[in-house]
């Protein structure tokens, strides 16, 4: 345990740097204004003794009155300075959740696609956005209050021992049997607050699947199905909430308990002590309230930590996100290419996405500037694997993939997708307008380009009938088809202009008249310019240079189209079982 606790603070270290000076600057105040709390007690004793001692005679109303002139500053300057604590705590734990957020951020651009990969959507975005605003919103509610009470519980048992030690012992004993009992309930109910984090995912990653599937769903008439599991879930998270609650929740009665039990044993002890003339009424006035004071702070700890825990397991899966493994950095790299021709190859390339499981067996093909490269193939067979490892989005195991003869591997990942322009068949797009879409991350893009991209895929006409033409932004009010979002992705990739473009069954959501219009305004605009087509209908790589054919990680056949159907192999089964019925006619 004390290990986790001194890996998990080591890996905090970076993220509060610069704070040891507002967090001393907190514990002085902390410390001054506990010193103010337990002081006025003392005070408040010379004033009871005062009026004790004048019951016979007469009070001294002058000392009574300036003693309580004093005690009632002291107290504005103990309310004070504990503001001022709880102020700099507050804005010492923004801070934190500011560069925890800070560091998720970077931390996403340098996670390679293999975590994606292996990691929900869901639980990713729980950990950015749930967890750290757990951290941020628990720390802020009890790290201030868990500190500043342990000091004023330290005060008040120094105190208490120098004015009586018989009482001392008495108050501290009596709540000793609580504070044992707190310590208990704490490390059976961490247990909880770790599994209802780990549930909040799973329901957020759920929630999350079925929203973005919700049209599979209903066409399937599965909404009863997906509703059983989203219970068996949420039922899940009520029990690890309910049981972290319930048990953290017996603390405060029994610390409630507790201070109540020694209230009363301090009044026995001290009634007795009193008629033996051992001690003074003062002394028994000022530990009623000492008791309160001690039993108060143990009750606030008791509060504070069980919120720390929620805290501790929310940040313990950042941390864990935050030491994820990293994408090799490859800044000290050298740009290796003034000017990109295009010739790609693949030299004897191995790869497996697990060290035990290769994929791609052996791979090997060579495309010239400005050629046409069609990947076919039954699904599996490692057509998107290929133009991943060409991406540099993974390493490859075993031989080389060079562009104009240099190692991608010798090269940044910035200058690799430099050189691509790549339409995948997922779209994305963004809240913003068409423009903004189109020319993104790209500087000094003029209007008559956009528009030609616009006009080369069919879309321009589309783009003026709306409200804002260019101009407009795409938010919730503005409704595209599928196919007219990816005939925005691919005028994207047009208008980036790269020497090198990939295609990763771009077509696959439009229309056939506009996927021919598609081609036509491809052909045109891609001479000069190699491209990957990866795509299952064969219409659209008829005219490529070079088709590979693959099937379990390996080419098994490589040509143009007519080079391929005069070899009736498995392309032509392929696309004759496709085309049968349109040849026919």
Request: overall charge negative; charged content about 20%.
């Amino acid at each position: 345990m004390e290990n986790k606790k001194t890996s998990l603070f080591s890996q905090m270290k970076p993220y509060l740097k610069g704070f040891r000076l507002p967090l001393v600057l907190a514990v002085a105040g902390a410390v001054l204004s506990n010193i103010i709390t337990v002081y006025g007690p003392e005070r408040l004793k010379e004033i009871t003794n005062l009026i004790s001692e004048g019951l016979g005679s007469t009070i001294d109303l002058q000392a009574v009155s300036t003693i309580s002139f004093f005690l009632a500053a002291l107290y504005v300057a103990g309310t004070l300075l504990n503001y001022i604590q709880s102020f700099i705590i507050s804005t010492v734990i923004q801070h934190f959740s500011k560069r925890l957020r800070t560091a998720i951020a970077e931390k996403i651009n340098k996670l390679p696609l293999r975590y994606f990969d292996s990691h929900s959507q869901g639980d990713t975005l729980s950990r950015v956005t749930n967890d750290v605003d757990t951290v941020g919103q628990s720390l802020n509610q009890s790290l201030g209050t868990v500190m500043s009470s342990s000091l004023l519980l330290i005060a008040v048992a120094i105190t208490m021992f120098f004015m009586n030690w018989i009482l001392a012992l008495v108050t501290i004993l009596s709540t000793l049997v609580g504070f044992v009992f707190v310590g208990l309930i704490m490390g059976k109910s961490q247990g909880y607050f770790t599994a209802q984090q780990n549930d909040l995912a799973a329901v957020n990653g759920y929630v999350e699947e079925m929203y973005s599937g919700h049209n599979v769903v209903t066409s399937y008439n599965a909404i009863e199905q997906s509703k059983e599991r989203f219970a068996v879930l949420n039922h899940n998270l009520y029990n690890s909430i309910w049981k972290s609650q319930f048990i953290s929740g017996m603390m405060m009665p029994l610390m409630f308990f507790t201070g109540n039990f020694a209230y009363v044993l301090v009044i026995l002890v001290g009634a007795a002590l009193a008629i033996n003339g051992s001690i003074s009424i003062g002394i028994i006035v000022a530990f009623m309230v000492y008791v309160r004071t001690f039993s108060q702070p143990l009750s606030q700890i008791a509060q504070g930590i069980t919120v720390l825990q929620q805290a501790g397991a929310a940040l313990v899966r950042v941390l864990e996100f935050l030491a994820e493994p990293e994408m090799e950095d490859d800044q000290h790299k050298e740009q290796q290419l003034a000017a990109v021709k295009g010739d790609v190859a693949f030299e004897d390339v191995f790869f497996g996405y697990k060290p035990d499981q290769t994929i791609i067996h052996d791979f090997s093909a060579q495309a010239k500037a400005g050629q046409k490269i069609a990947i076919v193939g039954p699904t599996g067979a490692g057509k998107t694997t290929i133009v991943n490892l060409l991406m540099k989005f993974y390493e490859i195991d075993k031989g080389r993939i060079t562009i104009d003869g240099v190692d991608i591997r010798q090269m940044r990942r910035s200058e690799v997708h430099d050189a691509f322009s790549m339409v995948l068949q997922d779209t994305w797009l963004f809240e913003g307008s068409i423009k903004d879409n189109l020319v993104y991350n790209q500087k000094n893009v003029p209007d008559q380009a956009v528009i030609a991209a616009a006009k080369a895929v069919g879309v321009h006409h589309f783009i003026k009938t709306l409200p804002q033409g260019y101009d407009t932004v795409l938010d919730d009010t503005v409704s595209l088809s599928v196919g007219q979002k990816q005939l925005l992705t691919i005028a994207r990739a047009l208008l980036k202009d790269a020497p090198l473009l990939i295609l990763d069954e771009a077509t696959s959501s439009v229309d056939t008249r506009t996927e021919e219009l598609i081609q036509k305004a491809m052909d045109k605009l891609m001479e000069g310019r190699t491209s990957f087509v990866i795509a299952h209908r064969l219409s659209t790589i008829r005219n490529a240079d070079l088709i590979l054919v693959m099937r379990d990680g390996n080419i098994i056949e490589q040509g143009n189209h007519d080079e391929l159907m005069a070899q009736r192999g498995f392309y032509a089964d392929l696309y004759n079982s496709q085309f049968v019925e349109e040849d026919a006619g």
